[in-house]
Structure formats: C-alpha cells, structure tokens
C-alpha cells in the first residue's frame, strides 16, 4: 500500500450550502478534497492533476510512481512495460503534433526519438526518476495525466497493445450487451447463482430498504473488478495476492458489509455515492472514472425486460429472474468471501444472501427507476469532468497568447 500522503474528502455535514467551500481551481463546484502540499481545496483529481495546480500534481504522482516501482513485486519485465508506455506516449504525441510541425520553424532538442535517449539505459535497473529525467516536461505531463485516470482514452490508447489486451479480463456483465465489441476482449464469465431460500425473500416486505446499501456494495465490486481486472472475483483465489486485494478493496469502502454489527443504512443514492468515494484509496479513482462505476451498476441493477415463465414461481430457478445480473454480482461476492476451505457460511455471505433476498422482493419498476437514476448521475459526472477540462484548456490557450 502506497505511503503517499491521503488526500481526505471532506464530508459535508451540514444541510445548509454556507458551510461549503468552492473549488479553489476551478471557482465552480463545492470542494471534496484538501491538496496535501499546499492545502488548496479542490472538487476533483480533474483540478489537482490541472495545469494550474502542476507543482503539487507532479509532486504526488512522481512519489506514486517511486513507491511502486521500489515494491517488492516490480520486475524487469513490469519496467520494460512502462518503457512501452513512454514509446507510446511518445508517438502519440508525435502523431498530434504533425500537423503543427508544418508551421515551426525552430526544433527543439527535446523532439529528439525517446529511443535515442533511452539508448544505452538499464531498464531493469533504472529508478523512476532517472526514467522521468528523459522525459520532456510535456511528455511528463502527458504521462502523469494518463496513469492518474486508467480509464481515460489516453491511457487506453498507450495501454493498447496485443500482450495487454490478452492479459485484461473485461468484467462479465459488458459481454450480454448489445453492440458490446468482440474478438479482441476477453470477457470473464457470469458468476454462478447462490441459492437464496424463498422464505427469506418473503419476510423482506417488513424490512427496512438496502436498495442503497446494495449500490454501494456494487460500486466497490465494479471498482474491484475493473481495477485488478479479474472477473469474475470469485475467480480471484486462483491467484492469492488478487484474492487478498480484493477483499481488502471492498473492505475498506463498504466496511458495513465485513462488520458483524453494523447499523449503516444509506437513505438515498447521492450518500451512498459520496461515501463510498471517499473511501477509496486517495487519486485511484477520478470523476470520470467514476462515471464508468455508475454506469457500470447501472447495466447491473437494470431488469431484464423478457424473461422465461416457469410453471410454478415456487419452483422457478434464479436464472429466469428479471435482476439475474444484480443477482450474479451478489453471487461473485459471496464467491469471494468464502471462507477457505469451503465449509460454514461466513457472516459475510449471510449479509450477501440477505441483500439478494431483498433484491428478489424489490418491485422491477423501482431497479428500473433506479438504474436510469445511475445513469443520469454518471452522465453529470461526465459533462462535469468534460466542462472543467475544456475551461483549462481555453485557459491555457489565453495564456500562450497573453
């Protein structure tokens, strides 16, 4: 685990909008976070990672990447990997900028092939830093930008290779979608169903709603999953090390789910959302990363609108119900917290069990209503993260032309 400073979110306590601070970046949202170097108040990682913030920024990213590559687990072939990161990055840019290369009439020595200057160095043995000294500051900057947000087109463009994409899982629940492409991704299969006994399922309209408690849960799983890659999770105990990781992700952000005792009931969708952010592990997830874990529980919640009649209801099996996704997704978990050897249920996939009892006993019209909510708040993160980068890149152009 990273000894970086933590950025904390701040929580508003508070009903009333006087005791929120804006964004001191951007001047428009209400602030989340405190920067841990110059204790600025900013709204997202779009503002820290911004232009106008760079000296911090770099400041943090250059230490994440320190501490990952002296980890015990960093390898000469994980170095070589970040070497192609920087070829990529480095025809990238060279491919944006052909069409201004007509118009300079001055070089620069910076322009320089990143194979020449990487001539003659060490990868296996060459620390971050004398790495990132190769580097133009531009090409720095493109760089830190791309590894704070691994979810952003830039970095699935240098993470675009054969032998990346043949070692990614792409999570089970895009594989059914319409359009979804094919071929080239390797998609995890649908967890199997645990049984959920009927009669639990009909207690449930006594109990209080965890519909908002389940989101929660699932937006750590979707973060999970995404972030090591594994899908489905249950399938992580082939490997231990992705095991323990995982359930130290979920842990940490819905710690309801592990505490024998809790009492957290989330009352709506916005609290769940913003507590569970806070938790997770300061810069690894960004606005727009975010929206993609909305999205995600969107496609997860939402009702099949066909499905199979059986005979009897009593007698149907879980696999023709109309939340089958929802239902698999609490599956996977409870897969993932079984206790090894499998024997006795742990308290935690008896809490897993009685959430899908309640997904049973949850009218189809409201998971639907539900799942268009997710996905109205995954498209206002999305504008959000689209408005602050453009104002920063017109921002930048005044700049250069004052």
Same mark, same amino acid.
């Given at each position: 685990?990273?000894?970086?400073?933590?950025?904390?979110?701040?929580?508003?306590?508070? *009903?009333?909008?006087?005791? $929120?601070?804006?964004?001191?970046?951007?001047?428009?949202?209400?602030?989340?976070?405190?920067?841990?170097?110059?204790?600025?108040?900013?709204?997202?990682?779009?503002?820290?990672?911004?232009?106008?913030?760079?000296?911090?920024?770099?400041?943090?990213?250059?230490?994440?990447?320190?501490?990952?590559?002296?980890?015990?687990? $960093?390898?000469?072939?994980?170095?070589?990997?970040?070497?192609?990161?920087?070829?990529?990055?480095?025809?990238?840019?060279?491919?944006?900028?052909? #069409?201004?290369?007509?118009?300079?009439?001055?070089?620069?020595?910076?322009?320089?092939?990143?194979?020449?200057?990487? +001539?003659?160095?060490?990868? #296996?043995?060459?620390?971050?830093?004398?790495?990132?000294?190769?580097?133009?500051?531009?090409?720095?900057?493109?760089?830190?930008?791309?590894?704070?947000?691994?979810?952003?087109?830039?970095?699935?463009?240098?993470?675009?290779?054969?032998?990346l994409r043949s070692a990614r899982q792409?999570? =089970? =629940?895009?594989?059914?979608?319409?359009?979804?492409?094919?071929?080239?991704?390797?998609?995890?299969?649908?967890?199997?169903?645990?049984?959920?006994?009927?009669?639990?399922? $009909?207690?449930?309209?006594?109990?209080?709603?965890?519909?908002?408690? &389940?989101? +929660?849960?699932?937006?750590?799983?979707?973060?999970?999953?995404?972030?090591?890659? !594994? #899908?489905?999770?249950?399938?992580?105990?082939?490997?231990?090390?992705?095991? /323990?990781?995982?359930?130290? &992700?979920?842990?940490?952000a819905v710690p309801f789910l592990v505490?024998?005792?809790?009492?957290?009931?989330?009352?709506?969708?916005?609290?769940? &959302?913003?507590?569970? =952010?806070?938790?997770?592990?300061?810069?690894?997830?960004?606005?727009?990363?975010?929206? /993609?874990?909305?999205?995600?529980?969107?496609?997860?919640?939402?009702?099949?609108? !066909?499905?199979?009649?059986? +005979?009897?209801?009593?007698?149907?099996?879980? *696999?023709?119900?109309?939340?089958?996704?929802?239902?698999?997704?609490?599956?996977?978990?409870?897969?993932?917290?079984?206790?090894?050897?499998?024997?006795?249920?742990?308290?935690?996939?008896?809490?897993?069990?009685?959430?899908?009892?309640?997904?049973?006993?949850?009218?189809?019209?409201?998971?639907?209503?539900?799942?268009?909510?997710?996905?109205?708040?995954?498209?206002?993160?999305?504008?959000?993260?689209?408005?602050?980068? *453009?104002?920063?890149?017109?921002?930048?152009?005044?700049?250069?032309? *004052?």
């Open positions: 685990m990273s000894d970086a400073e933590i950025i904390r979110l701040r929580e508003d306590n508070s *009903s009333s909008t006087q005791d $929120k601070v804006l964004c001191g970046i951007c001047h428009r949202q209400f602030s989340r976070y405190t920067c841990p170097e110059c204790n600025i108040s900013y709204c997202s990682l779009t503002c820290f990672r911004s232009e106008a913030h760079s000296q911090c920024s770099e400041m943090f990213y250059r230490k994440e990447i320190q501490t990952s590559t002296k980890a015990k687990s $960093k390898t000469s072939e994980e170095r070589e990997n970040m070497l192609e990161l920087l070829k990529r990055l480095e025809d990238q840019m060279q491919e944006e900028d052909s #069409s201004l290369l007509r118009d300079q009439h001055e070089t620069d020595s910076d322009a320089d092939d990143l194979v020449h200057r990487f +001539a003659g160095v060490d990868i #296996s043995s060459a620390t971050s830093d004398e790495l990132l000294r190769l580097l133009t500051k531009e090409e720095r900057d493109k760089f830190f930008k791309a590894v704070s947000d691994p979810t952003s087109q830039l970095a699935q463009q240098l993470l675009d290779s054969h032998e792409e999570p =089970w =629940w895009e594989a059914s979608l319409e359009g979804s492409p094919s071929g080239s991704m390797r998609y995890g299969s649908t967890p199997a169903l645990m049984e959920v006994p009927l009669d639990l399922s $009909k207690r449930q309209s006594s109990s209080p709603c965890l519909i908002y408690n &389940i989101c +929660a849960i699932l937006i750590a799983y979707a973060f999970t999953t995404r972030r090591l890659s !594994v #899908s489905p999770l249950s399938s992580a105990g082939d490997d231990a090390s992705d095991e /323990v990781e995982a359930c130290r &992700i979920i842990s940490q505490a024998r005792q809790s009492k957290v009931l989330y009352s709506n969708l916005s609290s769940a &959302i913003t507590d569970v =952010w806070s938790r997770f592990d300061p810069g690894s997830v960004g606005v727009e990363s975010f929206s /993609v874990l909305l999205n995600d529980l969107s496609i997860i919640v939402k009702p099949r609108k !066909v499905v199979a009649v059986q +005979a009897s209801s009593d007698d149907s099996s879980l *696999s023709d119900h109309p939340s089958i996704a929802l239902l698999a997704a609490l599956s996977d978990l409870s897969g993932l917290f079984a206790p090894r050897p499998i024997g006795a249920s742990s308290h935690i996939q008896m809490k897993v069990r009685y959430y899908a009892a309640q997904v049973l006993s949850t009218p189809q019209h409201v998971l639907r209503a539900l799942a268009e909510e997710l996905q109205a708040y995954a498209q206002s993160l999305r504008a959000e993260a689209g408005t602050v980068m *453009s104002e920063l890149r017109l921002s930048g152009k005044n700049r250069d032309t *004052s």
